[in-house]
């Protein structure tokens, strides 16, 4: 027993960290790379994914073309990005010889620095740490396509299709959803995988707005982070604190000053409609292997002990500043509201109300 050989058995703890393909491939769980292994659970994501035969497909991160394979049969052409040369090969050999292979065209590169062709329909079991930036780059593509399935970490899936008043509800959610419809259609349990992940997973159906709900990117993504930034607390705690009132009132007074000199129009014309693909950026990124619970309340850089200080101790100016702050609050109702329970319509409204005033986020 204490011999030699017996010792050679000693490495198998460290290949398991690169689960074997049965063609030789190793995968690798920092890249993403957990490939879907149950036949039936692909079934079921393509037949829920409702493809038509004159589609043309988009799939990020094919792996060995498992799912590659199904989606060909059922579309009119499939267009796969993957980073990984190794598994670009693989796809090759696959379908080499096969009356698939005129039908799959592979692009191998970061998916996030890729500029996407044309498509229908994305279909995707993605790596889960580019959840987020993915998501609204997809967002972004024009023209638009009509709807993406995709496999995210489930707890990212809850967050996006989670509604006003539930514990996940957040900016992420608030921002996807108003740039799309977000469905759930199945959870996928992670012994699905090889390898295995640590958490489970979800399939979720995005279907982009048309037309589009329209609002500047840098005045919404201030506003909601003022929002989110104790989402549980009533929004009139909120604006009432030193630190939101001051920055409020500084982008007031640079606004009148704009318009005084004549600049305002062009301020408008910056401020621009919503670059979808930044919004990610601004939200949490739960990788693969998170566990843990990130709270959207923790995201206004810290500044916690700042924002709960009230603004008692100021001079009259700002007191009168504030006033009209919590006025615009009071004509809409929102004093008592929360945003951890507010629908984006009435985010929408609010923001409508605070411009109305002349108030600014950006």
Not at 114 to 131: H, R
Not at 145 to 151: H, K, S
Not at 305 to 313: F, L, R, S, T, Y
């Amino acid at each position: 027993m204490a011999g030699g050989k017996a010792r050679k058995d000693k490495p198998k703890p460290n290949a398991a960290a690169h689960a074997p393909y049965q063609g030789g491939i190793s995968f690798h769980k920092s890249k993403g790379q957990h490939i879907l292994k149950n036949p039936m659970l692909v079934d079921s994501i393509v037949q829920k994914s409702g493809i038509k035969t004159t589609d043309t497909i988009l799939e990020i991160g094919p792996g060995t073309g498992n799912l590659t394979k199904k989606l060909l049969e059922a579309g009119k052409m499939v267009i796969a990005v993957e980073l990984d040369p190794r598994m670009v090969l693989e796809l090759h050999r696959r379908f080499q010889g096969t009356p698939l292979s005129n039908r799959l065209k592979v692009i191998q590169g970061d998916v996030l620095k890729t500029e996407l062709p044309y498509f229908d329909i994305c279909v995707a079991n993605i790596p889960y740490q580019i959840s987020s930036p993915l998501t609204f780059k997809l967002l972004n593509h024009q023209p638009s396509f009509r709807c993406a399935i995709i496999m995210f970490q489930r707890e990212f899936a809850m967050r996006l299709v989670a509604q006003p008043g539930d514990k996940l509800y957040c900016r992420l959610t608030v921002n996807t959803q108003l740039l799309s419809r977000v469905s759930h259609l199945l959870k996928v349990g992670r012994n699905n995988f090889r390898p295995p992940p640590k958490v489970d997973s979800s399939v979720v159906r995005i279907e982009p707005r048309k037309p589009r709900i329209e609002v500047k990117q840098k005045e919404w993504d201030g506003f909601l982070r003022i929002c989110f930034n104790r989402k549980n607390k009533t929004l009139g705690s909120i604006f009432r604190q030193k630190s939101v009132i001051n920055l409020l009132e500084k982008n007031y007074k640079t606004v009148q000053a704009l318009k005084l000199s004549g600049q305002s129009s062009s301020m408008e014309e910056t401020g621009d409609h919503i670059d979808f693909s930044k919004l990610g950026e601004a939200n949490e990124d739960l990788s693969m292997d998170l566990d843990d619970d990130v709270d959207d309340d923790e995201d206004f850089d810290g500044a916690d002990e700042e924002m709960e200080v009230e603004d008692g101790n100021v001079g009259g100016e700002t007191s009168e500043f504030k006033a009209k702050v919590l006025a615009v609050l009071k004509e809409g109702d929102f004093e008592e509201k929360r945003s951890s329970k507010l629908t984006l319509q009435e985010f929408l409204y609010l923001l409508s109300l605070f411009n109305k005033a002349g108030i600014h986020f950006s």
